[in-house]
């Protein structure tokens, strides 16, 4: 899919597992904010009772960044051009995640 700029696989302790980042960015820096991201969305979906945390998006100008659960010990990064079709990405990432989360 060409609108996938990169991708990270992280632990939910912050720690990366794999990635394939632009050149340039710290994939151990990315891992630490994805992991801190991820602590407030599930505090943040408790404290509203929503259940279970599963993706948080975040929408820039450039486009978005994906986060979601692969599982309880890993989280899925995904980082996207702002012209990507939302429904068909979280599709491929919800694959995505439940292949990881058997694998880790």
Do not use: W
Not at 8 to 37: C, F, K, N, Y
Not at 62 to 87: E, H, K, M
């Amino acid at each position: 899919m060409p609108e996938v700029k990169s991708t990270a696989i992280v632990s939910v302790e912050g720690l990366p597992i794999a990635s394939a980042l632009p050149q340039g960015v710290d994939e151990t820096r990315i891992a630490a904010m994805t992991a801190a991201i991820l602590s407030l969305g599930e505090r943040a979906a408790h404290e509203m009772s929503k259940g279970d945390l599963e993706q948080i998006m975040v929408k820039g100008t450039d486009g978005y960044l994906l986060v979601l659960a692969a599982g309880p010990n890993a989280v899925l990064v995904v980082s996207t051009t702002p012209d990507v079709r939302l429904g068909l990405i979280f599709l491929d990432c919800k694959r995505t995640t439940e292949k990881i989360a058997k694998l880790i």
